[in-house]
């Protein structure tokens, strides 16, 4: 089944902890990107990564850090977590081949940062 | 610079009335214009895409592109209570990037009620 998954799912933290969230898609694609939604501001790019070795920063990439060493995976790291990075985290890919950007989502992180 | 902009809401209409979703874009050089749908707690879906002037229909929905006037709408006819969630507009925008990038309005929450 094509997908694409992030680890963990929810996870409850501690202000200066590190933290990686993982995310792998199965279908190839070389655009990945980090997510985070909040209430009233939607969603908001953290990072994106054109393809292996190559990532840019999205909107609000204060506070994160990302690595793109293989196609399928694009974590995202937490070098020390802030209360106001408590969010909602979706990572999506999609293919160049789409030409439109049709980008398909991951279930989601739910993150608290006490 | 606010990008895409979408009507707040929330939006209530009855089971089997005709759901209007309007979104608005700033940046002329945005090529392709989808429409996600977001259950609580749950990942965006992509519904509709479109890139050309004009109605695109699949099933219930049609999607209205208007460039000239920069606005996207979506229209959900014979509305039912499954279709209740939160629809975001999403433009991507091309800039020296192959794929572009995707900018997200904050949504709008519709609610349709049997």
């Known amino acids: 089944e094509a997908q694409v998954t992030q680890n963990p799912r929810y996870l409850i933290t501690v202000t200066g902890k590190k933290l990686t969230v993982t995310c792998s898609q199965n279908?190839?694609?070389?655009?990945m990107s980090w997510y985070r939604q909040d209430p009233g501001l939607g969603l908001r790019q953290i990072y994106y990564?054109?393809?292996?070795?190559?990532?840019d920063k999205g909107d609000v990439p204060e506070g994160y850090k990302v690595s793109r060493k293989e196609k399928r995976n694009f974590p995202l790291i937490l070098e020390s977590p802030s209360p106001n990075q408590t969010s909602l985290y979706f990572c999506?890919?999609?293919?160049?081949?789409?030409?439109?950007?049709?980008?398909?989502f991951g279930p989601g992180t739910r993150l608290t940062v006490l | 610079q606010k990008e895409v902009e979408q009507n707040s809401g929330p939006l209530s209409v009855p089971e089997g009335a005709i759901a209007s979703l309007n979104c608005t874009y700033s940046?002329?050089?945005?090529?392709?214009f989808f429409w996600y749908r977001q259950y609580s707690g749950k990942s965006p879906e992509l519904i509709m895409f479109?890139?050309?002037?004009g109605d695109k229909e699949d099933g219930r929905f049609t999607a209205q592109l208007n460039k000239a006037s920069q606005y996207v709408s979506l229209l959900i006819r014979d509305s039912q209570p499954s279709d209740s969630a939160t629809y975001l507009c999403?433009?991507?925008?091309?800039?020296?990037?192959?794929?572009?990038?995707?900018?997200f309005g904050r949504g709008t929450q519709l609610t349709v009620w049997p």
């Open positions: 999506a890919s999609s293919s160049s081949e789409t030409v439109n950007n049709e980008q398909f």
């Open positions: 279908m190839n694609h070389e655009y």
């Open positions: 990564s054109m393809n292996v070795e190559v990532t």
């Open positions: 940046d002329r050089g945005s090529q392709s």
């Open positions: 479109i890139y050309s002037n």
């Open positions: 999403a433009v991507n925008v091309v800039r020296g990037s192959t794929l572009g990038r995707l900018y």
